[in-house]
């Protein structure tokens, strides 16, 4: 069965849930943290992304991050095809990602 498309729309808000396969540790050091968080910083410059909220656990990690543009599936690209932030040119393939469209986002700066 065909994965869902997943809903993409300018000025959406959303929760973005990544986890190890079999819930295994994805971050093994708070180096490894560390790393992930300057490439997420990275994709939010890339994208323009905006990460309001986050948290790391060792085996998985949420986002609450808005796309002024509706490219979420440009910024989770990023996070699920390369492994830059444990050092490997990797793919990601045990990673399990989800993302749900929280709400859209209305203000002035996104009009």
């Known amino acids: ?4 498309l997943r809903l993409e729309s300018e000025a959406g ?3 973005v849930l990544n986890r190890g396969n079999y819930r295994l540790d994805i971050f ?7 790393s992930f968080l300057q490439c997420l910083d990275e994709a ?10 986050w948290c790391l656990m060792s085996n998985h990690y949420h ?11 440009e910024g989770m690209r990023w996070s699920t095809v ?4 444990r050092g ?12 749900r469209l ?7 700066r996104h009009r």
Do not use: D
């Open 1 to 4: 069965m065909a994965r869902p």
């Open 13 to 15: 808000v959303y929760h």
């Open 28 to 34: 093994r050091s708070e180096k490894a943290k560390v």
């Open 44 to 53: 939010c410059a890339k994208t323009g992304w905006e990460v309001h909220a």
């Open 63 to 73: 986002l609450a991050v808005s796309t002024p543009k509706a490219n979420l599936v």
């Open 82 to 85: 390369t492994n830059r932030w």
């Open 88 to 99: 490997k040119a990797l793919h990601m393939g045990g990673l399990h990602t989800v993302s």
């Open 102 to 108: 929280i709400s859209v986002w209305q203000n002035e």
